[in-house]
Structures are given as C-alpha cells and as structure tokens.
C-alpha cells in the first residue's frame, strides 16, 4: 500500500519560517516525480512546487518563488519544503503529492496523494 505522510505544519507568524516533510513509502519513488501542492479556504488547490525523479531544475509557482525550497531525500523516501518568509496569503493545507513521470506530467495529474498538513501564518 502507497503511503504519503506529511508533516512539519503549524502555526507562525508571518516572517517566519516553516519545513514540511513527507515520507513516502509502499514503493520506491526514485522514478516518480514528487511535489506540493496547497489549498487555502474556500479556493481551488493550486500548485506550490515540484522535483522530477531525476532531481534537477525544481519547479515553484511564481508566488513562492525565491521564499520557498523543495528536496528531496532519496535514501529516506522524504521530500521537503523549506518555506521561508512566510506571509498569511501561504495560509492552507499544504498536499505532497507524487507521479511517475515529468514534473509537467506530476502538474497534471497526480498518482499519489497525502493526507495534507496545515500551515496557518498570522499577521
């Protein structure tokens, strides 16, 4: 059985800093393409960021763009996101998600997904 476990959520002020972890496992993800996604309040869930099996060349949306970092971890299974100056607007559950296949590919469709983690950033 597959398994994505997210972690690291909470609650911080604005400014602050925050690393999400999530632990795959059931299968080796080396070929899979992993990412995040986040869904705040009342909106569609939108794409955060993405690292292709290979792990070169992430990819951020453009409002996380230069504040937020994904890895990944290929002996551990993990793939992080490092969130740095976090604003209110990043407020949301925040999804890893993973797919065999291109970081395009993992954007349109996701094989895989967790169960999410909350990150709720005060003014």
């Known amino acids: 059985q597959v398994q994505l476990v997210e972690s690291g959520g909470g609650l911080v002020q604005a400014g602050d800093s925050l690393r999400l972890s999530c632990a795959a496992s059931?299968?080796?993800?080396?070929?899979?393409?992993m990412g995040w996604f986040r869904q705040a309040p009342g909106k569609k869930r939108e794409f955060v960021a993405a690292i292709s099996w290979s792990g070169p060349f992430p990819n951020y949306a453009n409002s996380v763009k230069g504040r937020f970092t994904i890895s990944r971890d290929y002996a551990k299974n993990t793939v992080y996101l490092q969130m740095n100056s976090l604003q209110p607007e990043d407020t949301a559950a925040y999804y890893c998600a993973a797919t065999q296949g291109t970081l395009v590919e993992l954007t349109r469709n996701q094989d895989y997904w967790g169960q999410g983690t909350q990150v709720t950033v005060s003014s």
């Open positions: 059931g299968r080796t993800f080396s070929r899979y393409s």
